[in-house]
Structure formats: structure tokens, C-alpha cells
């Protein structure tokens, strides 16, 4: 049976989770609104059902949640790309990690710290970009003037 917490735990992860895939959205990343969206909700929904499952027995609540953990790292891991020009994909497969453990943390009740967490990653996500530009531009720099040096 559903409760309002219940019902309250998988909303506020819906739109956690909306709120993170919105911003790689809008980045133009693979894993967007929907993908994040739903990978919040399921940890959530998950999460309730370990904890009903295990109330009044001897079982752990936290089997489904190492479960959760490790599913979505492989999940994650599908999301990372190397090609001849790097590495791709790292900050999507951080990004559905750290969804799951939203939705983790609302499905657990926890909503304070998955407010916090999703306030963080929104931060994180939208402002590091703005200072990850010029280093990377300062980075390349250095590397064509380190590349140009070799070559004589």
C-alpha cells in the first residue's frame, strides 16, 4: 500500500531528478530530463519497497539499495565513451549515479539531504562550466606550446 509519504517521496524525487536532467538537457547530454527523471523515480521506488519489504522481519533494507548502487554504476559505466579525442561521457555517468542516490535518499525519506544534493549538483553543474572553459582553453594552450617545443 501507497502512503502520502510514500506519494511524497516519489514526487519530490520525480522532480529532483527532473531538475539535474533538465540541466543536461539543455547541455545537450545523452542522459537528459527523461533518463535522469526516471533513474531517480526507480532508486525511489525501489528504496520504498526495501524498506516495506524488510519492516518486521529480520531481512536488510539495505540489500535493494546496494543493488541500486551497483546496477546504476554499470548503468553509468555504458554511458562513457573513449575515442581517439578522449574520454566522454564521465559527468553523465557521475550525473546517474548521483540521481540514483537522490532517489535513494527521498524513497528513504531523507529529504532534506536530497534537496540539498540535487541543490549542489544544479550548482555544480551550471557554474564549474563556467570556470571549466577557461582552464581548458589555458590547458590547450599549454599543450600546443608543449607539442610545438617537441617538434624542433
Same mark, same amino acid.
Given at each position: 500500500?501507497?502512503?502520502?509519504?510514500?506519494?511524497?517521496?516519489?514526487?519530490?524525487?520525480?522532480?529532483?531528478?527532473? $531538475?539535474? %536532467?533538465?540541466?543536461? =538537457?539543455?547541455?545537450?547530454?545523452?542522459? +537528459? /530530463?527523461? &533518463?535522469?527523471?526516471? *533513474?531517480? !523515480?526507480?532508486?525511489?521506488?525501489?528504496?520504498?519497497?526495501?524498506?516495506?519489504?524488510?519492516?518486521?522481519?529480520?531481512?536488510?533494507?539495505?540489500?535493494?539499495?546496494?543493488?541500486?548502487?551497483?546496477?546504476?554504476?554499470?548503468? $553509468?559505466? %555504458?554511458?562513457?565513451? =573513449?575515442?581517439?579525442?578522449?574520454?566522454? +561521457? /564521465?559527468? &553523465?555517468?557521475?550525473? *546517474?549515479? !548521483?540521481?540514483?542516490?537522490?532517489?535513494?535518499?527521498?524513497?528513504?525519506?531523507?529529504?532534506?539531504?536530497?534537496?540539498?544534493?540535487?541543490?549542489?549538483?544544479?550548482?555544480?553543474?551550471?557554474?564549474?562550466?563556467?570556470?571549466?572553459?577557461?582552464?581548458?582553453?589555458?590547458?590547450?594552450?599549454?599543450?600546443?606550446?608543449?607539442?610545438?617545443?617537441?617538434?624542433?
Amino acid at each position: 500500500m501507497v502512503w502520502p509519504e510514500d506519494v511524497l517521496s516519489i514526487v519530490l524525487a520525480t522532480v529532483l531528478g527532473a $531538475g539535474i %536532467g533538465l540541466e543536461r =538537457q539543455l547541455s545537450g547530454k545523452p542522459a +537528459g /530530463l527523461r &533518463t535522469n527523471l526516471l *533513474i531517480c !523515480l526507480g532508486a525511489a521506488v525501489f528504496t520504498i519497497l526495501s524498506r516495506e519489504m524488510a519492516s518486521g522481519t529480520q531481512a536488510s533494507a539495505t540489500r535493494i539499495a546496494a543493488g541500486i548502487v551497483t546496477g546504476v554504476g554499470f548503468l $553509468g559505466a %555504458g554511458a562513457i565513451i =573513449q575515442d581517439r579525442a578522449g574520454v566522454h +561521457g /564521465l559527468t &553523465t555517468a557521475a550525473g *546517474i549515479w !548521483l540521481v540514483a542516490s537522490i532517489g535513494m535518499a527521498c524513497g528513504g525519506g531523507f529529504y532534506t539531504l536530497a534537496l540539498v544534493a540535487s541543490g549542489i549538483a544544479v550548482l555544480a553543474l551550471i557554474g564549474l562550466r563556467r570556470i571549466e572553459r577557461p582552464i581548458d582553453r589555458y590547458v590547450k594552450k599549454k599543450q600546443a606550446q608543449y607539442s610545438g617545443e617537441d617538434s624542433d
